[in-house]
């Protein structure tokens, strides 16, 4: 089954205690991204990545980190968290190229006390 | 930064009836993707209109689109319980996909 997958799916944890969200995607896809969603504000992109080491800021960049080594996965890095990184985290992935829908993991609901 | 604001911000209405969501947006685009997400989930496709199509079908979905205005509508035709969700329009200025921007959203409940 084509799919993105998240790990974990939930996430208590405490402010400064690095973490890693991982993504992963079954599709052969060049594009991938994070977003994160908040009451009001919508999905933010945080950062993407159009290939393998290639990797760019999105809207939202400050307080993450990602890397890009293989194709099928793009961890989520917070090096050190803060609770205004309390959120929801979605990876997406598509096709690289125009008029390409995304497809989107499941989520992963985060909350750093 | 938002691109696309969603208007109304939260639709009810009776199963079986139409309902229309409209987004407006700022700056120039290569095309406009609609998507649903069930609470707490992630995000679904559901249809994507070319900065050159002024209108689109998919099923029970209808989706217009006025660059003069920078605004797009989705309709939902003989709406259904499940189609309650929150709607996201998203805009793509280049066409590559790596600059998606999404709205805040609206989210529609389909009263049985």
């Known amino acids: 089954e084509a799919q993105v997958t998240q790990n974990p799916r939930y996430l208590i944890t405490v402010t400064g205690k690095k973490l890693t969200v991982t993504c992963s995607q079954n599709?052969?896809?060049?594009?991938m991204s994070w977003y994160r969603q908040d009451p009001g504000l919508g999905l933010r992109q945080i950062y993407y990545?159009?290939?393998?080491?290639?990797?760019d800021k999105g809207d939202v960049p400050e307080g993450y980190k990602v890397s890009r080594k293989e194709k099928r996965n793009f961890p989520l890095i917070l090096e050190s968290p803060s609770p205004n990184q309390t959120s929801l985290y979605f990876c997406?992935?598509?096709?690289?190229?125009?008029?390409?829908?995304?497809?989107f993991g499941p989520g992963t609901r985060l909350t750093v006390l | 930064s938002q691109q696309g604001e969603e208007d109304p911000q939260a639709l009810s209405i009776q199963e079986g009836e139409n309902a229309t969501m409209n987004c407006s947006y700022k700056?120039?685009?290569?095309?406009l993707q609609w998507y649903r997400q069930n609470s707490g989930r992630g995000l679904v496709h559901l249809i994507l209109?070319?900065?050159?199509?002024r209108e689109k079908h998919s099923g029970r979905l209808r989706v217009t689109l006025d660059t003069s205005k920078k605004s797009s509508s989705l309709l939902i035709t003989a709406s259904r319980a499940a189609d309650t969700a929150s709607y996201f329009c998203?805009?793509?200025?280049?066409?590559?996909?790596?600059?998606?921007?999404f709205g805040t959203g609206t989210r529609l409940t389909i009263i049985p």
């Open positions: 209109i070319r900065s050159n199509e």
């Open positions: 990545s159009m290939n393998v080491e290639v990797t």
């Open positions: 997406a992935s598509t096709v690289w190229g125009a008029y390409n829908e995304q497809f």
């Open positions: 700056t120039s685009i290569n095309n």
């Open positions: 998203a805009t793509d200025p280049k066409g590559g996909n790596e600059k998606l921007t």
């Open positions: 599709m052969n896809h060049e594009y």
